[in-house]
């Protein structure tokens, strides 16, 4: 049993926190007291402590900080390889970031880790949903290839070849450009 310095209650032992400085190990203040006194001083000095905390958050710092752990990235790195790709997603060169938090995404391979570009959420999703799968998204490029109404048959064949092609040597920029994307 012990009396409690604050409400001046005696109570069992169990109701004090442990504290190894003191003779008896237990604080002077029971549990209760302990928090009531700790909830009454945040209440009071709520707003203070919110404008201290909002003064020291860096927006831009907390950005860098995530970037790094998550990506192995700079804010500065990611800056540069957003401004490479033109300010817009690497995809749909959309300049929205159609994301729900307002920012554009970090693209990476998920069995690597590597950093592959920026972009929108829409972009990301949909990569996402293909499970970044290559031949899953080739095969849905086909498919809106051969499935569009060109002026013709012909046209049709010629930009199914165009692309096929440039996948093949490797040249996927230029295969997007001869479809006229």
């Known amino acids: 049993m012990k009396t ?3 409400c001046g209650l005696e109570k069992d032992s ?4 442990k504290e190894p400085r003191v003779a008896d190990g237990l604080t002077a203040r029971c549990k209760q007291c302990t928090k009531e006194k700790a909830g009454n001083s945040y209440q009071n000095r709520k ?3 919110l404008k201290q905390r909002k003064a020291q958050y860096d927006k831009r710092r907390e ?3 995530k970037l790094r752990s998550a990506y192995g990235i700079t804010l500065e790195q990611w800056e540069s390889m957003f401004k490479a790709q033109g300010e817009c997603c690497a995809i749909c060169k959309s300049t929205s970031p159609n994301h729900g938090s307002g920012q554009f995404v970090v693209d990476h391979c998920h ?3 590597q950093v592959r570009g920026i972009l929108c959420g829409k972009c990301n999703v949909m990569l996402g949903q293909a499970n970044d799968d290559q031949n899953t998204l080739f095969e849905a490029a086909l498919y809106l290839i051969s ?3 060109p002026e013709s048959i012909e046209h049709r064949k010629n930009m199914l070849k165009q692309f096929e092609n440039a996948i ?4 996927a920029w230029e295969a997007k450009t001869a479809l006229g994307t």
């Open 4 to 6: 409690c310095v604050c």
């Open 14 to 17: 169990s109701l004090f926190y």
């Open 47 to 49: 707003q203070e402590v």
């Open 63 to 65: 950005k860098d900080k």
């Open 111 to 113: 069995e690597f880790g």
């Open 147 to 149: 499935n569009s109404v």
């Open 168 to 171: 093949v040597s490797g040249e």
